[in-house]
């Protein structure tokens, strides 16, 4: 009775050690694979968005230069401060904060109906708010390949870590039997 015990005991040691290690890469695997996907997740949100607002903002001031402001050019432009300020609610950077006010500024000196004085005078922020939101896409599709990058460096290192884990348990159970 006290082998059948003991053997017992030492099958189940031997389970625990097999498994142990199966089950702390799964873990590892799990909340690595999450972390990745969120941060992904994130970022090509905000690409999406900084892309919006870019285009919407390019819609807005083309019609601006060709000396139309109609409610469809308010309305783009509307919508770029939307966009701009949806990625400034999820990231802290002055600089996005600075874009929106701008933004709004232009909107406001718009509706305040100055017509053709006011289209004259915003020749020129209207012109560099298009460089500045073109800036802005880039960084984050710059941001958003380096990330790329990143996770893919990461998942291969996670491959070696769960290779590794792999053999050692292959081992630690050819030794077993």
Do not use: W
């Not at 960084?139 to 491959?159: C, F, G, I, N, V």
Request: charged share 20%.
């Amino acid at each position: 009775m006290i082998r059948v015990q003991s053997l017992k005991s030492t099958f189940i040691l031997q389970f625990a050690a097999i498994l142990l290690p199966v089950f702390c890469v799964l873990i590892f695997q799990i909340t690595s694979e999450s972390r990745r996907t969120a941060a992904l997740d994130q970022m090509i949100r905000h690409n999406a968005l900084a892309l919006q607002a870019r285009d919407r903002y390019f819609a807005f001031s083309d019609d601006l230069m060709a000396g139309r402001l109609t409610p469809t050019a308010l309305g783009h432009l509307d919508s770029a401060i939307s966009r701009v300020r949806a990625i400034t609610a999820e990231l802290d950077a002055p600089e996005l904060e600075d874009t929106a006010q701008i933004l709004e500024h232009l909107q406001r000196v718009l509706a305040a109906g100055e017509g053709a004085t006011a289209l004259k005078r915003l020749a020129r922020p209207v012109g560099e708010m298009r460089q500045r939101l073109v800036r802005l896409q880039q960084k984050h599709e710059s941001d958003l390949d380096d990330l790329l990058r990143a996770s893919t460096s990461q998942a291969q290192t996670a491959t070696h870590i769960i290779a590794a884990v792999s053999l050692a348990v292959a081992l630690m159970t050819l030794g077993i039997i």
